[in-house]
């Protein structure tokens, strides 16, 4: 099946800085990445849509200038924290659809990246 | 605005016994509904969909319109089947996904 990894799986950083997350698509191309946020014991919580050559679509209450969103190739989206917060703590994930889903509705998860901000 | 809701965080189980994880949604349309599944330490990945209306690892999930529920079965629960499982569903285009809150299924032996 289609493979997605993400990096860093985990990262810590100081309060101020920006952290990047990468997602890639190994074996296909990802027309469409999504990006979500977990929370402790809740669901997954979906922050943005990312088209390859365009902007990302954020979701209602998410910042688009905190959270950036980068989707530069069919293979890769980036999402950046900006000035991350201890509040921005939380276990991100993203997942792709290729065209070969286009017909089967299948997203493939990453195997997400948690960020600690102290 | 749709919404999935999953009734019972936690379930548990005996090995050999049937199992039920809940799922019901809102949704005005034709909603597209699947299940997806998270064992321990490994990513979510697409248990299955109500369109295929397959069986996979022995589970099933009937769309019941009338109930707007979507729960998944499964006769005879096996040890193996001990993860979160995630109820989703998809209102739209570009399979952007609502989720429930996820049951996390424990089977004892």
């Known amino acids: 099946g289609a493979v997605v990894s993400q990096h860093p799986s985990r990262v810590i950083c100081k309060s101020g800085t920006s952290v990047k997350i990468e997602c890639r698509s190994l074996d296909f191309q990802a027309t469409t990445m999504f990006w979500y946020r977990q929370f402790p014991k809740k669901s997954l919580m979906l922050m943005a849509t990312?088209?390859?050559?365009?902007?990302?679509?954020?979701e209602q209450g998410v910042e688009k200038d905190k959270f950036l969103i980068n989707h530069a190739s069919l293979t890769l989206s980036t999402l950046t924290v900006t000035s991350a917060h201890p509040e921005d703590s939380s276990f991100y994930i993203c997942s792709a659809r290729g065209r070969a889903s286009k017909n089967t509705g299948e997203l493939f998860f990453g195997e997400g990246s948690r960020l600690t901000v102290l | 605005a749709q919404r999935v809701t999953q009734p019972e965080k936690l379930l548990s189980v005996f090995k050999g016994a049937p199992v039920e994880l809940k799922c019901n949604y809102s949704y005005s349309g034709s909603p597209e509904l699947f299940w997806y599944v998270q064992y321990s330490r490994q990513r979510l990945q697409l248990l299955l969909r109500h369109i295929s209306r397959e069986s996979i690892k022995g589970f099933t999930a009937d769309l019941n319109k009338g109930e707007t529920s979507f729960h998944l079965k499964k006769p005879f629960a096996q040890e193996e089947d001990s993860a979160m499982y995630y109820c989703a569903l998809d209102a739209g285009s570009n399979y952007k996904l609502t989720f429930g809150k996820g049951t996390l299924l424990t089977v004892n032996p």
């Open positions: 990312s088209n390859e050559g365009s902007k990302a679509t954020y």
